[in-house]
């Protein structure tokens, strides 16, 4: 036997910016689209490698680009936004660790942010300090 028909169709829960409606989801993509910055840095990093292996004149025209007004303001966007992903990433960090305890007593979030914060600052000099030493 057939079901008879209802007059009313499915329910479509309608999914348009569903993100900007919750301060909490809208705060988690803006977070999760800075990776974006990451990757475009990553590209550019990645064309340098490939003209760099095509020789010393590519080389040569991809420091140029960099140099123009147009790769400098790029770069400015791109560092704000990977500023933006460290401190989001390290905010977050203590969120997705496992439980740490010192002395019985447990570490508290500022500490393992701060933690990864001075980490990040002394592995940064110290690059820093080598290329600049080299």
């Given amino acids: 036997m057939i079901p008879p028909r209802t007059t009313r169709g499915p329910y479509v829960r309608p999914m348009g ?9 809208l705060s988690y993509m803006l977070r999760e689209s800075t990776a974006l910055a990451v990757a475009a840095y990553a590209l550019v ?7 760099l ?9 991809w420091l140029q680009a960099l ?4 790769s400098l303001w790029f770069h400015g966007l791109l560092i704000l936004g990977m500023a933006f992903h460290a401190q989001s990433w390290f905010a977050i960090m203590p969120k997705t660790m496992p439980m740490m305890a010192i002395g019985g007593r447990r570490v508290a979030a500022s500490t393992i ?9 002394v592995v940064t000099a110290a690059l820093v300090g080598w290329i600049w030493w080299r």
Avoid: D, H, M
């Fill in 113 to 121: 942010t701060r933690a990864g914060w001075g980490l990040s600052l």
């Fill in 17 to 25: 910016a569903w993100w900007r409606r919750n301060p909490f989801f």
């Fill in 45 to 51: 990093l990645t064309v340098g490698v490939v003209r």
């Fill in 53 to 61: 292996a095509q020789g010393e004149l590519a080389w040569n025209g």
């Fill in 67 to 70: 140099k123009s007004p147009g």
